[in-house]
């Protein structure tokens, strides 16, 4: 892995993770916001890649300086334009309640056999995945209780993936990367090879590993080393720094190469 400083390219569009990515111990602080504006106003298209809830979501898509989001681990993308909210989800409204009720009964299972897991705070308003906190509002879970949930979830057919925070499970074969090559493709007419050569990608855990993979352009901040002994794939590039500020590092290496 090379030094995000490194970096040498001219990108259109940075997609990024949100917690640990942009955040720092749950807040975002006022230089990485800072530097999605500064992306933002020198033309790169920021779109949000996160596990985080549609409820979420929606108020990013209209709020912050982005051009669309990637919700709940790919299960839809949300595009506020041209003061309209585009949403496309990857299943229909019928297939998403049917795969409520099974996340439901797993919910009472798991939470039953990891003592020291709960629900995310968040999980009211998901409509697509069910997400197991580990460290965010609970005491941390050790990796082998970790390990547990994605099994549980593995067994059940569904599908599992480790952020920083939780364990988000659902059931549907996508993930970040299938939602956000759909997203490009509807929203801006670009294909999958092309994504390759304008496109970048940030991030910090197991979970972001599909996007390590596919783009070449891809960056982590500096705790994805508390990963790296799950992930197959690294990234290209890593920060210095962790979360917020690592985030901000790489921001300035992208606009340093467009100048």
């Not at 493709?185 to 599909?210: H, L, M, T, V, Y």
């Not at 799950?230 to 500020?245: D, L």
């Given at each position: 892995?090379?030094?995000?400083?490194?970096?040498?390219?001219?990108?259109?569009?940075?997609?990024?993770?949100?917690?640990?990515?942009?955040?720092?111990?749950?807040?975002?602080?006022?230089?990485?916001?800072?530097?999605?504006?500064?992306?933002?106003?020198?033309?790169?298209?920021?779109?949000?890649?996160?596990?985080?809830?549609?409820?979420?979501?929606?108020?990013?898509?209209?709020?912050?300086?982005?051009?669309?989001?990637?919700?709940?681990?790919?299960?839809?993308y949300?595009?506020?334009?041209?003061?309209?909210?585009?949403?496309?989800?990857?299943f229909?409204?019928?297939?998403?309640?049917?795969?409520?009720?099974?996340?439901?009964?797993?919910?009472?299972?798991?939470?039953?056999?990891?003592?020291?897991?709960?629900l995310?705070?968040?999980?009211?308003?998901?409509?697509?995945?069910?997400?197991?906190?580990?460290?965010?509002?609970?005491?941390?879970?050790?990796?082998?209780?970790v390990?547990?949930?994605?099994?549980?979830?593995?067994?059940?057919?569904?599908?599992?993936?480790?952020?920083?925070?939780?364990?988000?499970?659902?059931?549907?074969?996508?993930?970040?990367?299938?939602?956000?090559?759909?997203?490009?493709?509807?929203?801006?007419?670009?294909?999958?090879?092309?994504?390759?050569?304008?496109?970048?990608?940030?991030?910090?855990?197991p979970?972001?590993?599909?996007?390590?993979r596919?783009?070449?352009?891809?960056?982590?901040?500096?705790?994805i080393?508390?990963?790296?002994?799950?992930?197959?794939?690294?990234?290209?590039?890593?920060?210095?720094?962790?979360?917020?500020?690592?985030?901000?590092?790489?921001?300035?290496?992208?606009?340093?190469?467009?100048?």
């Amino acid at each position: 892995m090379k030094n995000a400083s490194e970096f040498n390219s001219s990108l259109q569009f940075l997609f990024t993770d949100i917690d640990d990515t942009l955040t720092d111990e749950g807040h975002l602080k006022a230089g990485a916001y800072e530097a999605l504006w500064n992306l933002h106003d020198h033309g790169i298209h920021v779109v949000p890649i996160t596990g985080r809830p549609a409820g979420w979501c929606e108020m990013i898509a209209r709020m912050w300086p982005v051009s669309g989001i990637v919700g709940e681990n790919g299960g839809f993308y949300f595009r506020y334009h041209n003061r309209k909210m585009h949403r496309h989800f990857f299943f229909d409204e019928a297939t998403q309640k049917q795969n409520r009720a099974k996340l439901k009964n797993l919910e009472s299972e798991i939470l039953s056999r990891v003592p020291g897991c709960d629900l995310a705070s968040d999980q009211f308003c998901r409509l697509m995945d069910l997400a197991i906190d580990f460290c965010e509002d609970v005491p941390a879970l050790a990796s082998s209780e970790v390990k547990k949930i994605v099994q549980i979830f593995e067994s059940h057919g569904a599908q599992a993936k480790v952020s920083s925070i939780h364990v988000n499970g659902w059931f549907g074969n996508y993930d970040k990367l299938t939602m956000t090559l759909r997203f490009l493709d509807r929203e801006f007419g670009i294909d999958a090879e092309k994504a390759k050569q304008i496109c970048g990608f940030s991030g910090d855990s197991p979970n972001d590993e599909p996007m390590f993979r596919y783009f070449p352009h891809s960056f982590a901040v500096a705790n994805i080393q508390n990963f790296l002994d799950q992930i197959k794939n690294p990234p290209t590039y890593v920060s210095k720094n962790r979360g917020g500020e690592g985030f901000t590092e790489i921001a300035q290496a992208i606009l340093a190469s467009k100048k």
